[in-house]
Structures are given as C-alpha cells and as structure tokens.
C-alpha cells in the first residue's frame, strides 16, 4: 500500500485567509501611531500660531547731550509711536545713574532744571511721534551732574520692556 503525501493546507505561520499572523496588529499599532502624531503636528502649530500679549513696541532715536548747559535731548527718528505715559526713561552719567531719573511725562520735578520740552512736558500730547523731540535739562542738584566729555546712556522701556538704550558723548 502506498501512502501518498498530501502538501499541507495551511502552514502554522498561516491564518485561513492567506495573511500572515501579526500583521493586523501591527498594521493598527501603525495607524495609531500616525494619527498620534499627526494630532500632535496640529495641536503644536495651533499653539505656536497663538500670539499673547501684544506686538512689541519697535522704534529708533538719536541722543544728543550738552554738557554746557547739563540738556539731555532724545529725538524720535524711526517706528512705533509711543505714549510716554506707558514709558520709563533711565539716564545713566559715566555709567552711574542719576540720583533723581526724570518720571515722564512732568512739569518740574526734583533733579532737574524746567520743565521738559516736547511729550516729556506733562503739559504736552503724551504721544512721542517720529520726528519729534524731547529734552530735560539734569540740576546741579542731581548726582552725577552733566559736564562736557561725559558718557552719557539713556535707556527706554515701554510698559517694562526696554526697548531702546542709546548712548552719546557730552560735547
């Protein structure tokens, strides 16, 4: 009697329907992970596309000192209006700061001679525009006074964030 071999059917390794064990699975483990990180691609650009707070302010100036008459003139050249009232001005003489720092906008105030000129002039429009200028003149009464050849430093902030820091020789 002779046997005769029959091929098996089906391997182990193999399901009825001719796919391999495994790779269902490992198809869906794919597709999760796709779609995982394609949320997490959109939830990253709607988060980066989300301005806080406001634009900052961007502007240019020009500093000029006289050490003869102790003037300290700032001139608006370029960018953003600004309203003085939202702005700190900090002079600094030789790299010491003045013992009095002018609170803009004012109309005579402790360490400095006069009343400013231009939106530094509480009596003024507050908005700083280009081309205009604003002066304060330091009393000898402030500590360091302004004298001819001094290094002079003025730095601006607008709402608490410096935007600008100029520096000048005293002529």
């Not at 329907?17 to 939830?43: C, M």
């Not at 980066?48 to 003037?71: C, K, Q, R």
């Not at 030789?94 to 002039?121: I, K, M, R, Y």
């Amino acid at each position: 009697m002779t046997r005769s071999r029959r091929p098996l059917e089906s391997a182990p390794h193999r399901r009825q329907d001719g796919f391999e064990r495994g790779i269902s699975p490992l198809v869906g483990v794919l597709l999760l992970i796709a779609i995982t990180v394609t949320l997490a691609v959109v939830v990253a650009a709607a988060a980066a596309s989300l301005s806080v707070g406001t634009d900052p302010t961007i502007a240019a100036f020009d500093l000029e000192a006289d050490g003869e008459t102790a003037e300290i003139e700032i001139e608006h050249v370029a960018g953003d209006a600004i309203d003085v009232r939202e702005a700190t001005v900090v002079v600094r003489i030789d790299g010491t700061d003045l013992s009095s720092q002018p609170p803009v906008p004012f109309v005579g105030a402790d360490g400095f001679d006069g009343a400013p000129t231009g939106p530094f002039n509480a009596e003024a429009d507050p908005t700083w525009r280009t081309g205009e200028r604003a002066a304060i003149t330091v009393a000898e009464t402030n500590d360091p006074t302004l004298e001819s050849g001094d290094g002079v430093t003025v730095s601006i902030s607008v709402e608490g964030v410096r935007i600008a820091t100029l520096e000048t020789t005293a002529q």
